[in-house]
C-alpha cells in the first residue's frame, strides 16, 4: 500500500496538487474488535459515537479492508450506512457478490475460474488417480468440490475422502476437528486443499502437531502467504505444489523493499517491531519507538526465513491495484470537476459517498 501510495503522490499527472494519505488499523479475528475498529475510524479515538465524529476533519474517501472475507463483510455492513467504497483485498468470494446486500463493495481479486482444470491437468501429467480432500465449508468450498467432481470424472480420478472445515469467527478454536488418523491412514498420497485465509487459521489448527509424510499437497493461492509463517509445519508441507493468479512484476517494488527501514519510517509502529522480532534490536530506554543495537544494514529480504520475498503476494498485488483505483477514480472526479466548474479552495477532497 505504502509502496502505491509514494507511486501516486510522485506521479505529477495522476492527482495534482493532491496527496493520498492513510491509516492502518489492525483488525481481530471478531465481530466485537471489527466494529471497535469502525467505530474508531469513523468517530476518533476517544469517544464512540454513532454517526458523530470527534475529529477535526475526516479525509478517508475510500476504505481497503481484508483478508478474511467474513471480516470484510462485518465491516461493508456498518460502512453500507455511510456510502463509504470498500475494496478488499481477499480472495474473491461469492458471499461478497451480493450487490443488494453490498453495495459499496469491489472485490479485487480475480475469481478461480479456471482452478479446477488447472488441478486436475498437473494430476493427469503425473498420473495421479487417487486423492483426498480437504476443503473450507460454505459455498466456496461446495463449489470447488462441485467443479473438482466434474473434472475428476471426466479424466478418471477418484477421491478417496473429503474433509470440509467449519469457516466461521471461532474457526481457529475448533468446535469439531479435522481427523488426523483419516488423512494419515488414507492411502491416497496426494491431498488437495482449497480455502481463504479463514480456513488456513482453522486447518492449521487442527494439524497442530502431527506430522504428515509421504504426502503431495496441492494448495490454492492463500497457502503462499503462510508458508513462511511461524505455525508453518515444514516437515509435513514441503514440498506442495501451490496454484497462483499470475500477474506482472511491478517495476520498482524490488528496489523498495531493500530500502524499507523503520528509520525512513518512523511513524509505523508495526515496521518497528518488526525489525526488534527479526534482527535482535533492543528499544531505547526512554523511547519505546526507538530501535538500537540492531544487524547492521539489515532490511526486510534479509529477514530469517525470507518471510518477506522481493515479489509480490497475491495480496499484496491487490492492494495495490486498490489503491490505484482510488486514484484513478479521484482523477476522473477531478477532471469532471474542472469541467463542470472551477475548484474552489475551500472545497477540499471529495466526500465518500461520490
Not at 506521479?11 to 469502525?38: A, K, Q
Not at 475526516?58 to 479492508?65: E, I, P, W
Not at 472475507?69 to 462485518?74: G, T, Y
Not at 453495495?103 to 503425473?126: E, H, K, W
Request: charged share 20%; glycine share 4%; hydrophobic share 40%.
Amino acid at each position: 500500500m505504502v509502496f502505491a501510495i509514494e507511486e501516486i503522490n510522485s506521479n505529477p499527472h495522476l492527482l495534482p496538487n493532491m496527496s493520498l494519505g492513510y491509516d492502518i488499523y489492525n483488525v481481530l479475528f471478531n465481530e466485537w474488535w471489527t466494529l471497535d475498529r469502525c467505530f474508531t475510524w469513523l468517530s476518533g479515538p476517544k469517544k464512540y459515537i454513532p454517526n458523530y465524529t470527534c475529529r477535526r476533519e475526516m479525509k478517508s474517501v475510500a476504505v481497503l479492508t481484508g483478508v478474511s472475507w467474513i471480516i470484510s463483510a462485518h465491516i461493508g455492513t456498518l460502512l453500507e450506512l455511510y456510502k463509504y467504497p470498500q475494496l478488499t483485498i481477499g480472495s474473491f468470494d461469492p458471499n461478497l457478490n451480493n450487490h443488494d446486500q453490498f453495495p459499496d463493495l469491489y472485490q479485487m481479486a480475480s475469481r478461480d475460474t479456471s482452478l479446477a482444470c488447472g488441478i486436475v491437468s498437473l494430476l493427469n501429467y503425473f498420473h495421479w488417480s487417487w486423492v483426498g480432500l480437504i476443503v473450507s465449508e460454505g459455498q466456496k468450498g461446495v463449489q470447488i468440490i462441485s467443479d473438482l467432481k466434474v473434472e475428476m470424472d471426466r479424466n478418471r480420478i477418484c477421491v478417496d475422502f473429503v474433509e470440509m472445515i467449519p469457516v466461521s469467527k471461532l474457526s481457529y478454536l475448533g468446535n469439531r476437528q479435522l481427523n488426523p488418523t483419516r488423512v494419515l491412514k488414507s492411502s491416497a498420497n496426494v491431498i488437495i486443499t482449497y480455502g481463504d485465509s479463514d480456513f488456513l487459521r482453522g486447518f492449521l489448527f487442527y494439524l497442530r502437531q502431527t506430522l504428515v509424510i509421504r504426502k503431495v499437497w496441492i494448495m490454492n493461492s492463500e497457502w503462499d502467504v503462510i508458508l513462511h509463517s511461524k505455525h508453518f509445519i515444514l516437515q509435513s508441507f514441503h514440498g506442495s505444489l501451490i496454484f497462483l493468479h499470475h500477474h506482472k512484476e511491478i517495476s520498482g517494488f524490488r528496489n523498495f523493499i531493500q530500502t524499507v527501514h523503520p528509520s525512513k519510517y518512523p511513524e509505523d509502529f508495526y515496521l518497528t517491531k518488526l525489525w526488534f522480532y527479526f534482527f535482535n534490536c533492543s528499544f531505547a530506554d526512554d523511547d519505546c519507538n526507538t530501535l538500537e543495537n540492531c544487524l547492521p544494514n539489515a532490511s526486510l529480504h534479509q529477514s530469517p526465513g525470507n518471510r518477506f520475498g522481493m515479489d509480490m503476494t497475491e495480496y499484496a498485488y491487490n492492494t495495490y491495484n486498490a489503491v490505484y483505483a482510488v486514484a484513478h477514480s479521484l482523477h476522473e472526479m477531478l477532471l469532471h470537476q474542472v469541467e463542470v466548474k472551477p475548484i474552489r479552495k475551500a472545497e477540499g477532497v471529495f466526500p465518500a459517498w461520490q
